[in-house]
């Protein structure tokens, strides 16, 4: 039996002092062994690495039909693989890494497969035979934005090399204060926000620490605070920014057409009560319930098609429709949350298109979701307002201290002295 050994060069030099320069005592030096190059933790130097990305409807013994797989292992590491991420389920588009022997005959030793960006599967060969699922690094980097909205929100802040992300979560924040589906040119956002990134891409956003909207020639501030054991959103005097609904089932999508008691139905050709509003959003966009409630009905009906009725109170009900499904466990008396999604955007029933047809009952009568008055959440109470107000204080002087962007045409025409010379 061989056994690899590692052998550093030593070399010796001599010290000697005043008083005994004859007999030097050597001290040895020990050069450092490399440290060796490691890819999700495995050494690679003495192995090949290949990379790829798994097409459609394919499987793993397909991918590693040329790296000397037995077809017994294979099926092993199917069986002890599917609690952890089962290899029949390989996600398309997703990135994978082979390590495998340096020889003609290339015999996998790993295979790691990354699910999303997030996390990796290890499927390993070598030795015992097992999967793991990793978590990747994540840094958390604290950003500023501040932009000044020439036509939508979404492309004001990718062009900050931030993240879609960030447009649904201050969509959520402002959803009763700034009305997104009329955002102006001349409106403004300033915010503080946790990027979460991996390998260098964001892959999530964390804590939004303070924003700021200028919305129609008004000011908007959002002061997270952490209020009977949730961290929530105040403006500055402590009256929550969240009402008892959301303003939209739908994050961040079109009204294509609105309440009305007389309208032109696109399918029957004719005119006819609209009691409701039409959201225009892809197929298979998820829908979400405005507040907390009781499932009343989930089911297809007539011109409904896929639909979804909700009571939250005794005042209000909500119903949506048009769903291409509903949503798993959604059934008559399920209780949901607000913001829960409860199917997704379709076309059944007498629609000339995928859409959400939102409507809203108060007191029994439909109303315009658009235009109803509703209740605000409670806000900071008197025994902390003065503690709330002197955080909220700190939070906006950090905001107004985040300046705008100069435009260019601005800079341009700003005309600057000529240097003089004596």
Not at 122 to 132: G, H, R
Not at 148 to 166: F, G, R, T, V
Not at 187 to 204: H, P
Request: charged letters at 25%; hydrophobic letters at 35%.
């Amino acid at each position: 039996m061989l056994t690899s050994l590692t052998i550093a060069t030593v070399s010796f030099f001599y010290l000697s002092s005043p008083e005994e320069e004859a007999t030097p005592e050597p001290i040895a030096v020990v050069d450092p062994v490399p440290e060796p190059t490691l890819l999700y933790g495995f050494p690679i130097d003495s192995f090949e690495v290949t990379t790829g990305r798994v097409r459609w409807n394919q499987f793993l013994a397909e991918i590693l039909s040329k790296y000397n797989i037995d077809g017994q292992d294979l099926h092993t590491l199917s069986r002890v693989s599917r609690k952890v991420y089962d290899v029949r389920k390989l996600k398309a588009g997703a990135n994978y890494v082979i390590i495998h022997n340096r020889d003609s005959l290339k015999t996998v030793r790993q295979f790691i497969f990354e699910p999303s960006i997030t996390e990796y599967v290890v499927y390993n060969f070598q030795d015992s035979i097992y999967a793991e699922l990793k978590q990747k690094p994540i840094e958390i980097v604290e950003r500023t934005l501040a932009v000044d909205i020439k036509s939508s929100m979404y492309e004001a802040i990718l062009q900050q090399n931030s993240s879609p992300i960030l447009v649904n979560r201050l969509v959520d924040v402002f959803a009763w204060q700034v009305d997104f589906f009329r955002i102006a040119k001349g409106d403004k956002l300033k915010v503080v926000f946790e990027e979460q990134r991996v390998d260098g891409e964001i892959s999530d956003i964390g804590e939004i620490k303070a924003a700021y909207f200028r919305h129609l020639g008004k000011d908007y501030y959002a002061i997270p605070y952490a209020h009977k054991g949730k961290v929530d959103f105040f403006d500055e005097e402590g009256k929550s920014l969240r009402k008892t609904f959301l303003r939209a089932p739908l994050n961040f999508t079109r009204i294509s057409s609105r309440y009305s008691p007389r309208r032109f139905h696109p399918v029957q050709r004719r005119y006819k009560a609209h009691l409701g509003t039409d959201y225009a959003a892809p197929t298979g966009t998820p829908i979400r319930t405005v507040g907390d409630g009781v499932i009343l009905e989930a089911r297809y009906h007539g011109g409904n098609g896929n639909y979804v009725k909700i009571r939250h109170n005794s005042n209000y009900t909500t119903q949506y429709l048009h769903m291409s499904k509903i949503a798993r466990g959604i059934r008559p008396g399920v209780k949901v949350k607000q913001g829960a999604t409860i199917g997704y955007v379709g076309q059944t029933g007498l629609a000339n298109g995928p859409h959400l047809c939102f409507r809203f009952w108060k007191n029994g009568r439909q109303v315009d979701a658009l235009k109803v008055d509703l209740p605000a959440s409670k806000g900071i109470g008197t025994e902390n307002l003065e503690l709330f107000k002197s955080h909220a204080s700190l939070v906006r002087q950090r905001l107004d201290s985040i300046q705008f962007p100069v435009p260019e045409a601005l800079l341009a025409s700003i005309k600057y002295p000529l240097p003089t010379v004596d």
